[in-house]
Structures are given as structure tokens and as C-alpha cells.
């Protein structure tokens, strides 16, 4: 079982959930190494408003490979569960289907996230403006209005400046998506917080992340994690995963 095929850390992972991780932190190695380019790669790579200037349409998938320079604790949460969780699904279902499910959850996380800010990016501008300039929001929204009837320049650009600011980055939302993978093939696995000291079967802690993170998202957190990407993750691979048990493929034994 421990042939020398199979010796390394690298070696013991599946072939997509290794490239993924390798992937993934090359990225973010020139991230940091290169100076100036980490903030070229944002610009062009992590996801923005779809009506934003610096938005492309290749964005949806590769914000999935861009993590925060700041910190490695964003990278390295992500990376530990793509590893903690990929490598069991990916061996279940085969590297094919594992790759398609994994981008599915991607790029529907980044949907979702493109329709909160389609919600609510004007009434946040609105809200920008009237704090500004200590008026209430209906004041502001008047004078926002006028402005758009008059196609004032000085608004649209800042506007479209405002637009530009939105952008999202990371694979927590594949991320998300393998979670509730493996909570549907594996839903008895039992798993540990760092602060619970008892075992939680995975069904449990996947359905309490959902809702702490629905929360998180209504709640307008002062956080920049971008909670309902993470549950579009979810959302979108719900559907999959129950097109697969309903044909008996989720525990592998074909593709569909």
C-alpha cells in the first residue's frame, strides 16, 4: 500500500487536487515575490462587477487562483481544505468529474456574488454619498437621480470609480462547494473545531456553516470576506450532487 509510487507528500494527492494546490500557491508566491504585480494580477484576475470597467469574462474563473497578500492565513485555510477534503472526493468520484464539480462551485459562486452586487451596489453608493456629505438618504438619492437624468460626467465617472472597488478573490467558494460534497458522500464522518472539543458528524458542520455564513452575509458584516460567494458555492452544487445520488453515481460508479 506504501510503494514507493506513493511515497511524498505531493505523491499521496490525487493528480487535479495537486495541481490545484500547486497551482495556487505558485500564484500567490509571485503575488508577494514580484513586486507590483501582485496588484496587476487583482486588476486583472480577481473578480469585479460585471458592468465595472475592469471587469473580463475570463474573471469568474481565474479569481479562483488569486489569494490576499496580506495575509497567508487566506491562502493556507483554503489550501488546507482543498487538501483536506478534495483529496477523498477527488478518489470517489475521479479526477474528471472532481474538476468539473470543483470549477462549477467556482464560477457559481462568482454568479452569485455578481447578483448581490447588481442588489446592492447603488443603494451603497447612495449611502456613500449621503454620509459624506451629512444629508439623509433620500436627499442623496434625489441628487443622484438628477444627475443621471442630466448624464453629469463628474457623476458617471464616480460612479464607475465606486464600481471598480468591488472585487472578490479566493477558491473559498469551490471550497465551500467540496465541503458540502463530502458532507453528502461522507454525511457520518465525524469532524473537530479547533474550540468544540467533541466530534461533529460532517452533514452538521456543513449545514451550521451555511447558516452562520446566510447570517453574515444579511447582516452586512464589517468583514471583507465575501459571505455569499461562499454560499453560491453551496448553491450551485446542490443540484449536482443531487442529480448524482438520485442516479446512484455519487459514490462514484460512472460519471453521471
Known sequence: MFGRQDSGFLAGIPPVTRNLLIINVLIWLVEVLVPGFGGTLLRLGGLHYFTADSFNPLQPVTYMFLHSQGSPLHLLFNMFSLWMFGRFLERVWGSGRFLIFYFVCGIGAAIVQEAVWALSWERSYISAIASQNLITYDHAREMVQAALRASDPQLLSAMEMFKNH?????????????????????????????????????KYMVAGYAVIEFFLGVSHSADTVAHFAHLGGLLFALPILLYWKKKGTLHGNGFY
Open 166 to 202: 468591488y472585487i472578490t478573490i479566493g477558491a473559498s467558494g469551490a471550497i465551500f462547494g467540496l465541503l458540502l460534497g463530502f458532507a453528502f458522500v461522507f454525511p457520518d464522518m465525524p469532524m473537530y473545531l479547533f474550540f468544540i472539543p467533541v466530534p461533529i458528524k460532517a
